[in-house]
């Protein structure tokens, strides 16, 4: 699998599935959840409240990931994924990852070739960039799906692409 990294918006980014870092009600938030739910549409925020309804009457856990509709997305499919708030006190990072492989395994399971991951809680959620991009990259690299062959990590902003680019260098 191809790891690509790409500055911008990942609403915008043309792929079998999108990755939204969403929040553990399903039903849109700030952020990325924010921008998927609104450029998506209600297609998006009705199969999350279906999935409400009967799966995941208590949200989606930290760490799990599951997939709806991507709606007026320029993709096929949405996996929505909770990702953890960084805690200076407690090491977080086995669920940051989890959220990565749980999103692949789907995206997978679909048959998606190609899947845009944001810099998961990297935002309002608190984790250090350096570190998000580290703990993706960890997973990612180590993946071996069977019909992903892309994964791109879609950093907003051109200083969390800096990072992110040294990073993936070193």
């Known amino acids: 699998m191809e790891i690509v990294l790409v500055e911008g918006d990942i ?6 599935v999108i990755v939204n870092a969403a929040n553990s009600s399903l039903l849109g938030g700030g952020g990325v959840d924010g921008a998927v739910h609104r450029r998506g549409g209600p297609a998006i925020l009705a199969e999350c ?34 990702g953890p708030v960084f805690s200076p006190d407690e090491d977080r990072s086995a669920l940051l990852r989890d959220c990565y ?17 944001p810099l ?4 309002v959620y608190g984790w250090p960039v350096a570190d998000a991009v580290r703990q993706a990259l960890t997973v990612l690299r180590a993946a071996s799906p069977a019909h992903v062959t892309e994964a791109r ?4 902003g051109p200083e969390t692409y800096a990072v992110a680019g040294r990073i993936a260098a070193s």
Do not use: C, M
Request: avoid cysteine; glycine fraction near 10%; aromatic fraction near 6%.
């Open 101 to 117: 492989t749980n999103s692949l395994a789907i995206a997978d399971e679909l048959g998606a070739a190609t899947v845009a991951f």
């Open 120 to 123: 998961i809680s990297a935002g």
């Open 11 to 16: 609403t915008a980014q043309r792929v079998d």
């Open 153 to 156: 990590l879609v950093l907003f």
């Open 49 to 82: 409240r279906a999935l409400r309804a009967s799966k995941y009457g208590r949200g989606l856990k930290t760490g799990q990931a599951v997939a709806t509709t991507a709606g007026k997305l320029p993709a096929r499919w949405v996996v929505h994924t909770v």
